[in-house]
T-cell receptor, first 114, second 112 residues
Framework: AQSVTQLGSHVSVSEGALVLLRCNYS??????LFWYVQYPNQGLQLLLK??????LVKGINGFEAEFKKSETSFHLTKPSAHMSDAAEYFC????????????FGRGTSLIVHP | DAGITQSPRHKVTETGTPVTLRCHQT?????MYWYRQDPGHGLRLIHY???????DKGEVSDGYSVSRSKTEDFLLTLESATSSQTSVYFC???????????FGQGTRLTVV
């Protein structure tokens, strides 16, 4: 079965600093990969996705992620954090030789300090 | 925003009672999912549907059942609620299994 691991349940950064949220997947075949964001008391919304093609994927709100097959990683980055980026972030995987039903990581809470 | 409505949004119920949560979509998407969200566990799949009357179990299906009699509605039933089922429940939809999912606002269920 496919799985996804998010390193760090909490990540704390200062406003204006680089944001790096880590995601690794287990799959022998490149899967479809997604990052979602959840603001308090809301459902999840898609930030970006990788299916095929360009390995650097740009999403909404200045976020981007790079698919690295050799490292089985799909880390999420943003050059400069904003207070409004404080939220829960989830990495998800589907396909990759396993089920096409999305499997989610445990989430990383991003804390942004003024 | 994708048209997904969950009802109720909040519910408090007693141990041992049956509870039904409803998910309604207006997008005509084939796939519908029920997840539960708990601190430290992220989102875990309870059941999913890939068409009318076509459903399958997820990783935490014990104590839950589902039904989908129409494309737009996916019901989640807790047959006899327990305190361990206190959680936030999310419905999601997708066109296909490998496309992005769109989520409802969630239902906060408390079992006392």
């Amino acid at each position: 079965a496919q799985s996804v691991t998010q390193l760090g349940s909490h990540v704390s950064v200062s406003e204006g600093a680089l944001v790096l949220l880590r995601c690794n997947y287990s799959s022998s075949v490149p899967p479809y990969l997604f990052w979602y964001v959840q603001y308090p008391n809301q459902g999840l919304q898609l930030l970006l996705k990788y299916t095929t093609g360009a390995t650097l994927v740009k999403g909404i709100n200045g976020f981007e992620a790079e698919f690295k097959k050799s490292e089985t990683s799909f880390h999420l980055t943003k050059p400069s954090a904003h207070m409004s980026d404080a939220a829960e972030y989830f990495c998800a995987v589907s396909g990759g030789g396993g089920s096409y039903i999305p499997t989610f990581g445990r989430g990383t809470s991003l804390i942004v300090h003024p | 925003d994708a048209g997904i409505t969950q009802s109720p949004r909040h519910k408090v119920t007693e141990t041992g009672t049956p509870v039904t949560l409803r998910c309604h979509q207006t997008e005509n998407h084939r796939y519908m999912y029920w997840y539960r969200q708990d601190p430290g566990h992220g989102l875990r799949l309870i059941h999913y549907s890939y068409g009318v009357k076509d459903t399958d179990k997820g990783e935490v299906s014990d104590g839950y059942s589902v039904s989908r009699s129409k494309t737009e509605d996916f019901l989640l039933t807790l047959e006899s609620a327990t305190s361990s089922q206190t959680s936030v429940y999310f419905c999601a939809i997708s066109e296909r299994g490998n496309t992005e999912a769109f989520f409802g606002q969630g239902t906060r269920l408390t079992v006392v």
